[in-house]
């Protein structure tokens, strides 16, 4: 009971800090979004890099693949354009994951005292939305800190060691699991950041992590598949981009999890380092892949959902 306690709060914490920092970086980034969004997608590297750049202003790839639903909804942005936007939101939301695999810990509860005097003392100024954004990054780290220490104990746990190594021994129900977890969450950074901490807490290993690192891609589309079911066709056009551009990668990188895994070793000497950098590479590595095909891959996109 304690063990589910204590990850419950920290599982809070964590959701309420992403979200708290989202939108106060939305808030204090969202005329530049729109100006950027209106103006620098006229060619698919351009879109790319304007979807790298909100991102990593809002924290959120999710938010950044809904605003560019609304954009084609609203036919002020083109198909192609939306699905450059994308493939730049999937390199951008590696930013988050890299904050998150950073140990900041010390820092959480400071950064969450200092940004919620800001926050309080100057509303909805530029400065005030800073320290929300401030406030939500020492929430994010404090939850994480809960469940660390929440969910050690179930290293010893049988039950728990007996469904791992279901996961470790299958990669793809690996995959499906990311994808329950990033879908329930509705956020794909939040999912790896849990999953940073099982292989932290040396619960799972490293390939295991990358496979539920594929799946938390995946899964985080949920959010503007829901959002497209009552709009217009052209919204369901890049919900659709949005699942096929993240399931194509996994389907590329899934058989070759255990040699990535090897590689992605290298780069770092602590596990949840490396598993944010096999989040960083396989979304770079994808997105690359796609973006000299954007044209041929949206004409793919009206083949499966036309516009009548």
């Known amino acids: ?13 964590l959701l ?57 909804n609203a ?6 354009q939306a699905v450059a936007i994308l493939l730049g939101a999937n390199v951008g939301t590696c930013v ?16 969450a005292m200092l940004g919620l005097v800001l926050w309080a003392l100057k509303g909805r100024s530029p400065v005030g939305q800073l320290g929300r954004a401030l406030f939500g990054f020492g929430l994010v780290f404090t939850g994480l800190w809960l469940m660390a220490k929440s969910l050690a104990p179930l290293q010893h746990a049988s039950w ?13 129900l690996s995959v499906l699991a990311g994808v329950l977890a990033s879908a329930l969450l509705h956020s794909s950074a939040a999912a790896t950041g849990i999953v940073m901490l099982l292989s932290n807490q040396n619960l799972i290993e490293l390939p295991t992590a990358v496979a539920m690192v594929l799946g938390n891609n995946i899964g985080t589309c949920i959010t503007a598949v829901l959002a497209s079911i009552s709009g217009p066709r052209a919204g369901k056009q890049v919900a659709a981009a949005h699942v ?3 399931i194509f990668g996994a389907i590329i990188f899934l058989p070759l999890i255990k040699p990535f895994a090897l590689l992605v070793g290298l780069t770092a000497g602590d596990l949840p380092r490396q598993v944010a950098n096999a989040h960083t590479i396989f979304n770079v590595a994808s997105s690359l892949l796609v973006l000299p095909v954007v044209r041929p891959f949206t004409a793919l996109i009206r083949l499966l959902v036309p516009d009548r």
């Open 96 to 111: 988050t994951v890299q904050l998150i695999s950073l140990d900041l810990f010390r820092l959480a509860i400071p950064a």
């Open 244 to 246: 096929l551009l993240n």
């Open 160 to 172: 728990f060691t007996v469904t791992i190594m279901y996961l470790q021994h299958n990669h793809l």
């Open 16 to 72: 309420q800090g992403m979200r708290i920092m989202k939108e106060g970086l939305e808030n204090l980034s969202r005329e530049k979004m729109r100006r950027s969004l209106a103006v620098l997608t006229a060619t698919p590297v351009r879109g790319a890099l304007t979807g790298t750049l909100l991102t990593t202003l809002t924290q959120s790839s999710t938010a950044i693949s809904v605003l560019s639903l609304g954009f084609v």
């Open 1 to 13: 009971m304690l063990i589910a306690l204590g990850a419950c709060v920290g599982l809070y914490f």
């Open 75 to 80: 036919g002020l942005m083109g198909l192609e």
